[in-house]
């Protein structure tokens, strides 16, 4: 009888400290939770605060009939804007413009990048001051390089394109207003080659050395080589440059508002211009904003299928492997 | 850049084996390789716009139209005299005023952040960090209305202040994943170190974290600024006169388009200068920040 009283305190206490202890270092534990917390959070309450209240904003408008030109128009019309924006037939004009666009321009960037890349990972003289060159043209500010290919560039009479041309039977094309999109695409892709160049550069420095030689050694000829070595490596860096490329140039703006307003109609105009003109120059606040989520989710869906495909194509060469 | 990532093993040995590597390679490079010659054709051809647009800078209106294109002509600075003359001194001022104090705002909140998703990791730093990117993927087109009516609600119409604060939230992420990747090339081990000797946590930071980051402190900055300065989107919507930054200032010349193409290369030229250079700065950080620190 002693003996199992004697005993029962024991575990009683043990789990009294245990518990006790338990609580204790939960209590430095969320203490030091909050430490951790600390400075993450300002930045954290920022990001949250001033780009997502505003995205909350345009589901709420979105829902509204409301123009700005006629004040006190403004009324609930459920998902009326919706329709009217599905039924709008510039509005797919314009959707497949913008994936022209961005489809086209970093296809094209990705490919000039690879080949640049290609020349620079070579050694030759000066390739430092031939590398700063290349880059240079994403550095100039957008707005600037557009106006520069608008006028001095692209201009029918004085340009340097149809300067350059000339030899080859070309005269006096008015390229801007002949081809709105492709003019503006040549722009961009100009300014977007230096950033693959350098993301696929960065590749293929970082590619080890021995692989490629034992390859020669084997006997495999340069093409060889690159398809089954060094492509394969790079496939990484131009995924991740493919999905830079496109998360950037889903916002181009300036390109097309400096170059060629969207015109002639809506033949070279992108989303964001086209609900920049429908909210700023239409006052079409409802309207605009509907689009404005429309191209969300669309986003949305289209980055969720890219980024699906990114990571099943790594997977999937982690099993082979 | 290019030369660690292709001889890893130049840092591993001595001095003298080294210099010998260094000298083999020189050999190596002296070799004439013709493909350098298509690579140098591709850097003219792809910085001929830049450089034309600086050349047409210095040129008269009449030497700006001609054809063929001019070459050589007696070079002016009448061009940058107008320019100026047209006020672009308050745009070049709202723009370095934005962009400096946006990065300042950026690294204050960045840093720390960074801060807590590497060293000393909170729970769900994986969801916080895909929240971040998150917001770099959505078309800001989309929130532009909202805003344009907050801000003007709230009075800032026209006010730097309003671009102050988007630029800082347009480039926080890339500031956090790009600090991120830096400090976790920082050893744990420092830390946990520097706590057993008695120091502070914002001790051990301050003196042995932040110096060794601080390199990379400076690029997230760079970048910050790039970004920043050639900004237009939320400029041209949010602001008119008083704020306008300097790509504002360039609309401007659309009006007047094909009678002052030497005046507007002038504008163009002071706009582009001070990013171009910040650029060729960073340019071996450049892939880190536009990638999001995913490459280094």
Redesign the interface.
Known sequence: MTAPAAQRPVPDADERIRAVREAKEEQISRAE?WR?????L???I??IV??????V??LY?STQSWNLVSPGSRRFVGLQNYVDVFQDSQFWQVALNTVILIVGTVLISVILGL??AL??D??????G?????????????????A???????FDP??G?VN?VLSPFGVEQVDWVSRFPLPAVMVALV?QW???MM??I???L??MP?DILEAGRVDGAGAFALFRELTLPHLRR?IE?GTV?GA?YL??T??AI??MTQGGPGTASSN??FY??QR??LGFD?GQ??AM??V??IG??VI?TFALRLIFTSFTGKEEAA | ??TT??EPQASDTTAPTSRVMRTA?KR??RKF?P??V???I???G?????F??VL?AFKQEAD??????KFFFTPTLDQFRAVFETGVGTALLNSAFATIVSTVLVLL??V??A???SL????KTKD?LF??IS????????????????VANVGLLDNIWALI??Y??MN??IA?WMMRSFFLEVPGELLEAASMDGASLWTAVRELILPLVSPGIAATALICV?FS??E??FA??LTAVQAQT??VF??G??TG??LY?AR??A???M??LP??L???LA?NK??RG???G???
């Open positions: 939770g951790r917390r600390g400075p993450l300002p930045a954290l920022f990001t001033v780009t997502q209240v505003p995205f904003f345009t408008y080949l640049l020349l620079l070579r050694a030759f003289l000066g390739r001051v031939a590398r700063t060159l290349l880059i240079t043209p994403f550095l100039v500010t957008p707005v600037a390089s106006l520069i290919w608008k006028t001095s560039m009479v004085f340097i300067f100009w080659t230096p950033f350098l993301l550069l960065a590749g420095q970082s050395r860096f991740l830079l998360i889903v916002n703006f300036d508002y400096m989303l964001p609900i920049y909210a700023f606040i605009a904003a404005g989520v191209v969300v986003t949305i980055a | 850049m290019s990532a292709t390679r190596k490079n390789n493909w350098g298509v690579a140098w591709a850097a003219i792809f910085f001929f716009p830049v034309w647009m047409t700006a139209y001609s054809d063929p294109p909140l960045g720390p952040a801060f807590a998703l000393r990791p909170v729970k916080v929240f971040f917001t770099k993927m959505l078309p800001i087109v989309a929130a532009i209305i909202p805003l344009y009516v907050i604060i988007l800082t939230a926080l992420p956090v790039i300065w050639n237009f989107f041209v919507n300097i790509p360039l609309v010349f659309i388009e094909g193409w507007l290369s504008a163009a030229t706009a582009a990013v171009v910040a650029g060729w340019q450049l892939v536009l990638s999001f995913a490459i280094k």
